[in-house]
């Protein structure tokens, strides 16, 4: 599988950020318009710079990029995405897409669960959580952990014959819709977990 780590202008999780590319995690790195200035943070030069580069203030040099106008219809994120679709990538990574201004937070989330529902593995990488992509029908397999929180939430209309199993409160089968709030704060209890779903778009949220 080929991953693809891209990184963002917002809060940006450097220490897992540098775990996983220390460990060889990474195909590639894509610095998305500001995400260019965490990375040089910890000493990353990205395999290509994408964006409009408004959050940064310059273009950098010195590295691939990939220049658009601020005057566009997509966003920088958008962008990025589908260039490491483009170049090949089975699964991202994504740092610096959560937290910062609300409307960017729920912007990603909504193009994240858009790419995972045209076949890419796709994760995203927050401060205190990471968040998967789910598509049904399919499953996420969790090792044991003796405790941390678990939300899972549909992020399309309807999501039907959802399964939460090895967790405290368990789910049969169930249809989880985008206007409810009952997929939230299960808990690990020292057992391997199993979600799935049979139709449907769930973002799963775990510890990190």
Known sequence: MTTYALVGASEF???Q????????????VIAVDGGFA???????????????????GYVPEGVEVLAFP?????????????EAVARGADAVEVYGAL???????????????????????????????RIAFLVGPGELCLPALPCGIVSVFSL????TGVVEEGLKYGLDGVALTNRTSWGLSNE?????????????????????
């Open 188 to 208: 690990f209890i020292g057992t391997p977990a199993r979600i799935a779903l049979e139709s449907g778009t769930l973002a799963v949220f775990l510890p990190l």
């Open 70 to 82: 601020p005057e566009k219809d997509a966003s920088d994120m958008e962008l990025a995405l589908g």
């Open 38 to 56: 965490s990375l040089a943070a910890v000493g990353c030069a990205p395999d290509l710079a994408i964006g409009d580069f408004d959050s940064l």
């Open 156 to 159: 399309t209309d309807v999501s």
């Open 99 to 129: 937290g910062g201004r609300l409307d960017h937070t729920l912007a990603n989330l909504q193009l994240l669960a858009s790419f995972a529902e045209r076949g890419l593995t796709v994760t995203a990488v927050g401060e205190r959580e």
């Open 13 to 15: 999780n450097s220490e």
């Open 17 to 28: 950020f540098s775990a996983r590319n220390g460990a060889g995690a990474f195909d590639a």
